[in-house]
């Protein structure tokens, strides 16, 4: 019988797909049919969050995104990226003291590397500590060694201009704003949307199995229909893009691999479970409930626990062991856990190991994550 894919995991949309997913689905889902079929109780709450967060996205994507700031984000970035490439090519000198120095300014260029992947307001602070740890006197001599003194006061004057005109912009938005914002407004929407779809269904099949309406039949079949579509074209875009694992059938859900072939244990995903970023899901925060997505093999301890399974991997391959009591929710594909709340921002490596079978297997994720 046919359904809306109730069970599509909008929350690993990113903000663009989200955002159209709504427009699309109002387009189908109109307050006449609403009304018509009486399920207006759902449909206006779906209605208002999407307008909602039409005004968030809008806000994201165009006010604080001008070409001005876009500008100066492009030359603070440019001079970021100098300076880290002059460190890394440093610490290949053959001069001992010059070498010795960029390893030094390397050990803390890392917790802020990836600086020019993160937000506005996120890379603005990063590169600020990053400008002011090379400025800090321990460490001025180093920056002369390798040349790189106008560059970082050059960078500071960048970054603090930026910073001028994005506050400029931030507090002219205030009064036209409202407090949502799309990680607020999302999983209100997403929830509205369950018990609009879930409506739908209903209605739809009782409509099958009792009334049996030719043109009820017709009309929310073609609602069905066209909403599964634009879900099967989103998740064949996640998969592609490697959001989400797994392969797609017509029907808009995951197929598993047949039983003849072989499963690769792998991670698949590894995201924040909520209020996370959907477009940089790597970038997890300290406290957190992370969901790791796997396959190939299940979650078991050398004795029989889950101690000593998940780890996290920093750059000095020391192992930080997810604590046994605060992973959950464990399942053939799947499982949750607390991300450690004290431990040092920069970049991990998740890795499990595994003693599904009795023999030891590791895995690690290949993409890193990164904790602030």
């Known amino acids: 019988m046919d359904q809306i894919n109730i069970s599509f995991p909008l929350y690993r949309l990113r903000h663009g797909e989200h955002y159209q997913l709504g427009r699309d689905v109002l387009k189908k889902v109109t307050p006449?049919?609403?009304?018509?079929?009486?399920?207006?109780?759902?449909?206006?709450?779906y209605a208002n969050g999407c307008d909602v967060e039409d005004a968030c996205y809008s806000k994201s994507q165009g006010f604080l995104?001008?070409?001005?700031?876009?500008?100066?984000?492009?030359?603070?970035?440019?001079?970021?990226?100098?300076?880290s490439m002059s460190i890394a090519a440093a610490a290949h000198?053959?001069?001992?003291?010059?070498?010795?120095?960029?390893?030094?300014?390397?050990?803390?260029?890392?917790?802020?590397?990836?600086?020019?992947?993160?937000?506005?307001?996120?890379?603005?602070?990063?590169?600020?500590n990053f400008v002011s740890k090379l400025k800090a006197e321990e460490n001025a001599a180093d920056v002369a060694k390798i040349g790189l003194t106008d560059a970082v006061a050059l960078l500071e004057e960048k970054n603090e201009a930026f910073n001028v005109l994005y506050s400029s912009r931030s507090i002219d938005a205030l009064g036209r704003l409202t407090s949502e914002t799309m990680k607020s407004i999302r999983p209100k929407v997403d929830e509205a949307f369950k018990a609009l779809v879930s409506a739908i269904n209903a209605i739809y099949q009782v409509n099958e199995l009792v009334t049996k309406s030719p043109e009820t039949k017709e009309e929310l079949g073609e609602v069905i229909t066209?909403?599964?579509?634009?879900?099967l074209q989103l998740?064949?875009?996640?998969?592609?893009?490697?959001?989400?694992?797994?392969?797609?059938?017509?029907?808009?859900?995951?197929?598993p691999d047949t039983p003849d072939e072989p499963v690769t244990p792998e991670i698949t995903a590894v995201y924040q479970k909520e209020e996370g970023d959907p477009e940089n899901p790597h970038r997890i925060e300290r406290g957190k409930q992370t969901a790791v997505e796997y396959q190939g093999f299940t979650l078991k301890g050398?004795?029989?626990?889950?101690e000593h399974v998940i780890g996290l991997v920093n750059d000095q391959d020391y192992i930080e062991?997810?604590?046994?009591?605060?992973?959950?929710?464990?399942?053939?594909?799947?499982?949750e856990f607390t991300m450690v709340p004290d431990l040092t921002e920069g970049q991990y490596k998740v890795r499990i190991e595994t003693y599904d079978?009795?023999?030891?297997?590791v895995i690690e994720y290949p993409e890193p994550i990164t904790l602030w």
């Open 357 to 361: 079978g009795g023999s030891p297997l």
């Open 235 to 255: 998740q064949k875009i996640l998969i592609r893009d490697g959001v989400i694992s797994g392969k797609t059938d017509n029907e808009g859900t995951n197929t």
């Open 93 to 128: 000198s053959p001069v001992k003291e010059t070498k010795e120095a960029a390893i030094r300014l390397d050990y803390l260029l890392k917790p802020h590397k990836y600086a020019y992947d993160m937000n506005y307001v996120e890379e603005t602070g990063s590169i600020a």
């Open 321 to 335: 062991w997810i604590k046994a009591a605060t992973i959950s929710n464990v399942t053939e594909t799947s499982c």
């Open 32 to 45: 006449e049919l609403a009304q018509k079929y009486g399920f207006q109780s759902v449909y206006t709450p």
């Open 65 to 83: 995104s001008t070409p001005e700031i876009k500008a100066l984000d492009q030359e603070r970035g440019e001079v970021f990226i100098f300076i």
């Open 226 to 231: 066209q909403i599964n579509a634009h879900l």
């Open 302 to 306: 050398q004795d029989g626990t889950l």
